[in-house]
């Protein structure tokens, strides 16, 4: 299962109509109160009751069309923060040029073979201190948090190297390492145009120096009239560089399958 971060205009349409009818029960009863009073009342309450849908269809707008279906209710909370982290950063996919964005709790690093990668994930722990730096001072001081600072950089990256490939921006080397993996990685597809279809985001660690986010990629890449699409899962490296975080390592992996939930 995962959560639709990102959707197409008749996705968040549908989501809407999804989220006029939630609640049917109250719908049922309100429906019965409306049969048992007189005409001006239904009037007034019918009213009432659509201002509601009304609100509760722009509420699923402005939180980009989320859908948590046939989770319990404490993994879809748990889920929440993670959810609304990513939504808070949606501005750095440049020009949308990733199409749509996911988030996938099941997408975990202990799903991750050993064997497909240089990482020691046994050295991979959640983040437990999420502080990067400040900025100003007193009421008008603010935190940025690693985590936030990370999907920032990857939307950034992946966003940009698409403007890298279909119109030679050099946009992306200002969120990478130049001479690192993720350079050789992202400039080894020089010449081809690209077509990217979606970003599914899943778990972010960190080791003594590093910051990682596993992600799925999805994305075609064409040269020459030959095409060749991706959906490979990847470990996404950050480190610090002054008071950011940039990219150092791209890194392909294989998994296992998900447990059953």
Known sequence: MFVVLERTVGDIKRASALAMSADVTRLSTVTRVLQASSDARVMWQRRVLWLIAFICAVDVLLVGALVFSGKPAEQINANADQVALILSQLEH????????????PSLTVSRIDQASTSVNLADLKPLSDNYLYSIGSGEQRQTVLIDATAIAVLLAVNSDWVAYLNSDSDAVYN???TGSNAERFLTSYSGYSIAY????IGEITVDRSTV???ARPHYTLVLNG????VNDACLFGFVRQSSSLVLSSIEPVAMYEAADS
Not at 98 to 104: L, R, T
Not at 226 to 229: E, K, L, R, V
Request: net charge negative.
């Open 93 to 104: 996919n440049h020009n949308a040029a990733i199409a749509e964005i996911y988030y996938d």
């Open 175 to 177: 969120v990478i390492i």
């Open 197 to 200: 279809h979606s970003l599914t």
């Open 212 to 214: 990682y986010i596993l």
């Open 226 to 229: 030959q095409a060749i699409t």
